[in-house]
């Protein structure tokens, strides 16, 4: 369990460093809020795009070693990037193509350690609930650690080198997976002649096909009102705060003098308040009532960061406003784990979650895309006011479905494995987007 979570830490506290580094190296160089959101596009649509058909892959395959050649390749595309520009040979076609790189790697390697956290659980003896709350934990320390610490690297040193930082992180992520984890752990799924999924074994008790496989995560998808309803709901606020991080708040610290030093406190504010949240959440999720704690802690982690940045708040209240904000995101994931638990087989974790967070993921590449033209057409303050607004009707309105009524309705502990949800990360940046991110989120 420790390998699985320190390996996450790592890598996801490079993202946070790349999160603020590479949106500020194209401000930076370029001062277009429209670059901007387009550096945010191309490495969060090859991310969305390969992470929905490597399911199948990482099942077939086994999530170690997916996990630790993914990272591997993120370690030196990421390394590329300063060097190229020392050298003076690194035009904007080419960072694209390489942040479409990093983008692309990162997807798979997301996922499988997610999928490994249930089999860390097992190995560990700890319950899956905790699991889960442990694992909120650790993403959220690595929202707190990265943008601090990327923030600061970025004010001292400029931004290339924070872009250093996060390949020694990916790096140092992908030795972890690969020699600090038990023998044996993460291994390809194994397939019988009995199977939850009709299809999973063919008629001569051979494991099926890619296709095949696919498949079997998209039937399970479709026969889980709840799941999906979460997933469209997830997806759209994902839209939304990869917008937020990826570019409105980078314009918002250029424009009002704070520089990257202040993307970096707010982020770590938000997130020290989501450890916080999220350690409750873990401590009392058996007793909490799901669906007005999940839609509270929505309440607080959406629209009203939008807001005080909107009314040129100053930075006491906007720290204030992300703390809040940080403090009811914090109970979102736990929530979502545990009802995926008593959902998704672990036999289908791959596939499921690779649809599922895929789907949850898909608008945040539009995100800082429409964010950069929204900007350079209207102007800051508006964008984050029609923003602030779209994210509280999203979040209200998505709770009128009747779906949501089974969130209360626990079934029980799951079959041996389930799995997580598609997770996100509210007031913290989205994994990754030229972000939440912001998973989370």
């Known amino acids: ?29 370029t001062g277009s809020a429209s670059r901007t959101g387009l550096v945010a596009f191309f490495e969060m649509a090859p991310y969305v795009l ?8 990482v099942d077939r395959v086994g999530p170690r070693v997916v996990s630790w050649s993914t990272d591997l390749v993120s370690a030196a595309a990421a390394l590329v990037v300063p060097l190229l520009h020392a050298r003076g040979d690194l035009g904007l076609p080419l960072l694209l193509g390489l942040v479409a790189l990093i983008g692309a790697a990162r997807g798979p390697g997301d996922l499988a350690k997610e999928i490994m956290v249930p089999e860390a659980a097992d190995r560990a003896r700890v319950p899956l609930e905790r699991a889960t709350g442990i694992t909120g934990v650790t993403e959220r320390l690595a929202s ?21 930082l996060n390949a020694g992180c990916f790096a140092l992520g992908s030795l972890i997976i690969a020699v600090a984890l038990p023998r044996g752990m993460g291994r390809a799924v194994e397939y019988t002649a009995r ?33 999906l309803t979460v997933i469209v709901t997830v997806g759209l606020t994902n839209l939304l705060d990869a917008a937020y991080n990826g570019v409105l708040v980078p314009v918002w610290a250029r424009q ?12 770590a504010v938000g997130s020290c308040a989501a450890i916080g949240g999220s350690l409750i959440a873990a401590a009392i999720a058996p007793r909490m009532r799901r669906r007005p704690v999940f839609f509270a802690g929505f309440l607080l982690a959406g629209a009203p960061r939008f807001l005080v940045l909107a009314l040129g708040s100053p930075l006491w209240g906007v720290l204030a406003v992300f703390a809040v904000a940080g403090f009811g995101a914090g109970f979102l994931n736990p929530i979502l784990g545990a009802i995926s638990f008593e959902r998704v087989p672990r036999r289908l974790l791959g596939r499921v979650n690779a649809l599922g967070n895929a789907t949850a993921w ?80």
Do not use: C
């Open 256 to 267: 009002s003098g704070g520089g990257p030093a202040v993307i970096g406190l707010t982020s």
């Open 362 to 441: 898909a608008g945040i590449p539009l995100g800082g895309l429409a964010a950069g033209a929204a900007v350079a057409a209207f102007g800051l303050a508006p964008v984050l006011v029609a923003g602030g607004i779209a994210y509280f009707l999203t979040t209200n309105l998505a709770g009128l479905r009747p779906e949501w009524r089974e969130m209360d309705r626990r079934r029980g502990r799951a079959a041996p494995g389930a799995g997580a949800p598609p997770t996100r990360d509210a007031a913290v940046p989205a994994p990754g987007a030229a972000q939440e991110a912001g998973r989370a989120p």
């Open 195 to 227: 199977a939850e999924v009709p299809g999973a074994v063919d008629g001569t008790g051979q494991a099926p096909g890619y296709w095949r496989r696919f498949g079997e995560g998209f039937a399970f998808l479709r026969g889980e009102p709840l799941l």
């Open 1 to 29: 369990m420790i390998g699985v979570l320190t390996a996450t830490l790592v890598s996801l506290t490079g993202t946070r460093v790349s999160a603020i580094a590479l949106p500020w190296f194209v401000l930076a160089t």
């Open 50 to 57: 390969v992470k929905a058909f490597t399911g199948p892959l």
């Open 144 to 164: 707190t650690v990265g943008p601090a610490v990327g923030g600061a690297v970025v004010a001292l040193f400029g931004p290339l080198t924070a872009l250093v």
